[in-house]
């Protein structure tokens, strides 16, 4: 059989079929985000209590959140929370203002100004890195570099080397049993 007849054999489907499986790859990866966004209920006061007050850390503590210490403080922190929230506060307002009062004590950096870089870059790397693959593959294709008689010498004086070689090193081993 010939090099391009088997190379033509070995291409994936052209048109609407090669590219069904990633559509619908496409469909589930956005349903699923979808869900995972808006498919959630609304957090109960002491969930949402409980999620701001382990993203503020204690001010007192070196590197615990208010959530997980026991000190006098991170529990001043969780009760000022739970007023804050029964005064209808969102966890914005909730987290600026206990940031106001103590300075330096957010864990997760906020999602505007220098902070936002932390949260952009990732997201800036993960998409060069996918537009650099898309333009490196774009133009691939399977079998695109028709076999030569040159590449099929050369495919034949190494296997006819490497069955002399070890034929050799089969003669020279002794037997054992």
């Not at 469909?27 to 699923?32: D, F, G, P």
């Not at 004590?105 to 220098?114: E, M, N």
């Amino acid at each position: 059989m010939s090099g391009a007849a088997t190379s033509a054999r070995r291409r994936s489907p052209a048109g609407p079929v090669g590219w069904l499986p990633w559509a619908v790859l496409a469909v589930v990866v956005v349903a699923t985000l979808a869900y995972g966004t808006f498919g959630q209920p609304a957090p109960s006061d002491g969930q949402r209590a409980q999620t701001l007050a382990a993203t503020i850390r204690c001010p007192s503590c070196k590197s615990q959140s208010a959530n997980s210490s026991d000190t006098p403080s991170s529990q001043g922190v969780r009760e000022l929370i739970r007023r804050r929230i029964a005064a209808g506060d969102s966890d914005e307002e909730i987290r600026d203002f206990v940031a106001a009062r103590y300075p330096g004590t957010l864990l997760d950096p906020p999602g505007r100004g220098f902070g936002a870089l932390v949260w952009a870059l990732p997201v800036v790397g993960a998409v060069i890195a996918l537009a650099v693959l898309v333009l490196r593959f774009r133009d691939w294709r399977p079998g695109a570099f028709p076999v030569t008689d040159a590449d099929r010498d050369l495919v034949a004086d190494a296997q006819s080397t490497g069955r002399s070689n070890s034929r050799a090193g089969d003669a020279s081993e002794p037997a054992t049993r």
